[in-house]
């Protein structure tokens, strides 16, 4: 045969499915899931087994843990020491098992994850209710496989006289498997295993009395009594864990929120830390200080107040936002007959109970072939003694020990086993008080014999030794509950008070996108003068809004978006200071912009709707309550068409009237009542009736015909008309002319194009920024008031080839 012809195809996927799939095996069954009847997983049961076997028991010296580490490696674990020693620190830690199975001595690592000593300087032994796991394993209870080596022998399984899995929990992930186990007050679950053994069909309601829920060794509260039931019958379920906290009054109104338990396998100096985060970055108004009072006396986690603060709601927000309030997610799988299973309480009760019937069993068997075996001898010591003058005389006329044996058997019908014993008699034994011993030994086997044949035989006299046991271990270790247990989920309400403190601010936002909040202090310390904010040459504040800290705003785009943005988290400067880009805020678009911005202290405002207008001469009227929203990305606010754009978003009660006014001069006055409400994405309906080459250029309110109407024009032309001289007319017509642009090669134009209209009840101040680059302040009074259709006067001299680009009013 060739050396090509000795390898045979395979299929890289079948190879790989192949390895995967063993490996996969090995690391559910022998590594990271635990067995369902000792509740261990393989590293632990080997650390244990090798502290027994060596004798690092409870009532010994400590023994360095290297010894153990090496024992356990060189005998039954082939892995790093590293991960044996990391299985054995954590059975040593009294915050992450209900019950310590290592009783450790040094530095065992603690709370706020610090690591344990290294091996070769902590030392440990079993720890006393370790030994109950152990407990009777030299009596064939389990059973025992080869080692990696087939040098020993070590157990399968450990017989675990009490129900470990529930009471010390578990946590790993394999290979498309996960486990997450609670830990549970050991009394509650043997109470619960006494239970189901005294009535098989108990329901799950009824283990529930006993098992209130998991008990952690770090105690808090446990929230959640749908979560613990759906976790008990599934073995899935969601739980919430709490801190124990209490708020204490301290002298001069201060308080105080005291952390007395924190959830299980929370890290304390991570939320000490993130804690402390949050009171350097001001997320929360009121936090003084944050320390870790941790000592002797226990945990102690100390947030103080300053004066005043909301205590209540600081630690609402504490408790939202820091991990002094868990979410912790039940996943009960364990290896059931060498599979992995998810296991709800009474299955996992069951299966303990179930190897608790074949330990005692095998046990009883045991100590049965034990029991017998010794009144087999003590029968025929009892029999030679009542004959001792023949038997001595047999003894004496034998050639050696091996005939002696012999003719014991022949002459007198001992069995070899008996006859042994005879010969090995002690010559003390033949005393009186030594042969009535030796009878009263005797009935004392014959006795415990009928006991344990008793056991075998009755199912009901098992279970009983099995409850009595585990009695014992409950009196004797059993502690009181640690973690409470609340049906209802309190839901957590941040205030916005709690983490803002309320102030009035001011908002500008610039032509070119410039974006800044102001508090009054700042303002007033520049000059209190709204018109010298700080921007950079050649741009002008387009929006001045004065709000509060708590108020929100909505962001309208030309292309019909909104952004929802809290007035708090936009970024503080000085009035002197430009502010920064919008774009740093928002995710605006670049070929899009802010078109106008509105205020909102309450959404819930059934009065109020914003009504959109577009510059085609669509309006659409919608309930300020449909733009409520948590997100921060874009959301639609309005449909528009290609070619369309939003140029007006204002608020309104619905009882005004609108005037539209366009490029050319065209406007339209109607009742905004006649534009029903829709809804957040609608188009809206039609307004007026534009030229092709027409299009808006402002909507305004207006009411009870005052006051006028100002209308200017590119070329610096503008005049007032009463707003009387404006019929109310029908939604959708084309409307009326407002302006009248002169038209001749001897006659001076007056513009191609109005450019901005307003409303003007009283004196107006304007901003008139050019196409040069120049901006000139003028007031709406400069403005003549003229007849509808007349052509206006001079409002702002410009040069030759400017032309205005756009007039904000203050």
Known sequence: MSTMESFLPAFLEEVVGDRFGRYSKYIIQDRAIPDVRDGLKPVQRRILYAMYESGNTPDKPYRKSAKTVGDVMGNYHPHGDSSIYEGMVRMAQPWKM?????????????????????????????????????????????????????????????????????????????????????????????????????????????????????????????????????????????????????IESLRGGKQQIVITEIPYQVVKARLVTAMETIRLEKKVEGIAEVRDETGRNGLRIVVELKKDADAEGILAYLLKKTDLQVTYNFNMVAIVNKQPQQLGLKAMLNAYIMHQKEVVTHRTQYELEKAEDRAHVVEGLVKALNILDDVIATIKGSKNRADAQNNLVEKFGFTERQADAILTLQLYRLTSLEITSLQKELNELMKRIGQLKAILESEKKLLGVIKSELEEIRDKYGIDRRSAIQEEIEELKVNLEVMITPEDVLVTLSRE?????????????????????????????????????????????????????????IPEFKWKENGTAIVNIIALPKDDSIVDIIPVKDFNDEETSLVFVTKRGNVKRTMLKDYMTTRSTAIAACKVADGDEVISVKPSDGKKQLVLVSKL????????????????????????????????ISAEFVQDDEGELLVISDLGYAKRSLLLDYPIQGRGGKGVQTFEFKEGKRVKPNGTALVAAFYCREARDLVVATSAGATHSVSSEKAHIEERKSVGRIFVPLDKNETIDIVIAR
């Open 98 to 246: 209900g019950h310590v199975l290592v009783d450790g001595h040094g530095n065992w690592g603690s709370l706020d994850d610090d690591p344990a000593a290294a091996m070769r300087y902590t030392e440990a032994r079993l720890s006393p209710i370790a030994m109950e796991l152990l407990r009777d394993i030299d009596k064939r209870t389990v059973q025992f496989k080869d080692n990696f080596d087939n040098t020993a022998k070590e157990p399968v399984v450990l017989p675990s006289r009490y129900p470990n899995l529930l009471v010390n929990g578990a946590s790993g992930i394999s290979a498309g498997f996960a486990t997450e186990i609670p830990t549970h007050n050991l009394r509650e679950v043997i109470n619960a295993c006494i239970a189901l053994m005294a009535n098989p069909n108990v329901t799950l309601e009824e283990l529930m009395q006993i098992v209130k829920g998991p008990d952690f060794p770090t105690g808090g509260i446990i929230m959640g009594g749908d979560g613990i039931r759906e976790a008990y019958a599934t073995g899935r379920g969601r739980i919430y864990i709490r801190s124990k906290t209490e």
């Open 665 to 696: 001069g065209m406007s339209i006055r109607f009742e905004e009542s006649e534009v029903n409400p829709m809804g957040r994405v609608a188009a809206g309906v039609r307004g007026i009736q534009l030229k092709e080459e027409d299009e808006l």
């Open 513 to 569: 996108g410039y974006m800044k909040r102001t508090s009054m202090l700042s303002f007033t310390r520049s000059g209190g003068e709204l018109d010298s904010s700080g921007v950079k040459e050649g741009d002008m504040i387009e929006q001045l809004l004065e709000v509060n800290t708590l108020d929100n705003l909505l962001l309208f785009t030309r292309k019909g978006q909104y952004y929802m943005l809290p007035v708090h988290q």
